[in-house]
C-alpha cells in the first residue's frame, strides 16, 4: 500500500534575532557575524539572558535547515526603529526615547533634558521600513543567503547626536545635562553588513527622514489616544 501526496513548496523562514547575537560578546569591533563568531567570546554579562535565547533560536533555524531541507536564515539587524515603535520611556529604545523626551521638553517648556552616561557611547539605528522593505525584495534569493547575516544602517551617531536630532526634529532647543554616573553600556556597536549588501542590501532612509517620519506617527498616535479618551 502507497501513499500519495502532493508535493509542497520548500519551506522558507526569514528569523530576526535583533542585536543580540551581534552584541552577546564582549567585542566592540565591527564584523562579519558567521557561525563561529558565535559563543567565540564571553558573553555580555549585561545581556546575557536575551542572548542566549536569541542564540539559540539562531541555531535552531541552522539545525532545521540543515537536516530538512529548508530555507531558514537568520537576519541580525542593528538597532531598529520607525514608525509605531514604543515611544513609552520605560520600555522605548533610544531612538524613540530621545523622541519622546524631546516632545515633552517642548510641551512643558524645559529648559534641560537628562542623558544618562556623558553622551559619547555610539550606537548604530536602521530605519524598520529599509528592512522590511529589503526582506520581501528579496526573499526569493534566501536559498543563497549565509546561515547568518548582519544588516545595519553602515554608521552610528553619539548619544548626543541621537538628542540634537530629535531636538531638531520637534523643533525645540534646550540644554542636554549628561550624568556620567549613570550606566552607558559598550562605548560602540556597530555592524560590518557588506556581507548584505552582496545581496542588495542598501538602506536608503536617513536619520533625519526617518526621525521626521517616526515623529509624525507618535503624533498620531498621542493624538488618537487622546481622542480616545
Known amino acids: 500500500m502507497r501513499t500519495c501526496s502532493r508535493p509542497r513548496p520548500k519551506p522558507a523562514c526569514v528569523a530576526s534575532c535583533t542585536s543580540a547575537v551581534r552584541a552577546c560578546t564582549r567585542r566592540t569591533t565591527a564584523s562579519r557575524s558567521s557561525r563561529g563568531d558565535v559563543l567565540a567570546a ?3 554579562p549585561t545581556n546575557e539572558g536575551y542572548a542566549l535565547a536569541k542564540i539559540t533560536s539562531a541555531r535552531y533555524c541552522e539545525y532545521v535547515s540543515a537536516q530538512l531541507g529548508y530555507d531558514y536564515r537568520v537576519v541580525i539587524p542593528s538597532n531598529l526603529y520607525g514608525p509605531h515603535d514604543d515611544f513609552s520611556l520605560e520600555r522605548a529604545h533610544l531612538v524613540a526615547a530621545t523622541i ?4 515633552r521638553a517642548k510641551e512643558s517648556g524645559a529648559t534641560s533634558i537628562d542623558v544618562w ?3 559619547t557611547a555610539r550606537r548604530e539605528f536602521t530605519y524598520v521600513g529599509d528592512l522590511a522593505d529589503w526582506v520581501v525584495e528579496h526573499l526569493d534569493s534566501i536559498g543563497d543567503w549565509p546561515t547568518l547575516m548582519n ?3 553602515g554608521d552610528d551617531h553619539s548619544v548626543l547626536d541621537y538628542y540634537r536630532a530629535a531636538l ?4 525645540y532647543e534646550c540644554e542636554l545635562v549628561t550624568d556620567p554616573s549613570k550606566p552607558a553600556g559598550m562605548h560602540q556597536k556597530l555592524m560590518d553588513s557588506s556581507l548584505a549588501a552582496d545581496f542588495g542590501w542598501k538602506p536608503s532612509t536617513s536619520l533625519v527622514e526617518g526621525m521626521r517620519r517616526s515623529y509624525e506617527a507618535y503624533l498620531a498616535s498621542a493624538a488618537q489616544t487622546t481622542e480616545a479618551r
Do not use: M, S
Open 151 to 153: 544588516v545595519g544602517q
Open 42 to 44: 564571553p558573553l555580555e
Open 168 to 171: 531638531e526634529t520637534v523643533g
Open 117 to 119: 552616561g556623558d553622551g
Open 100 to 103: 519622546a523626551k524631546a516632545h
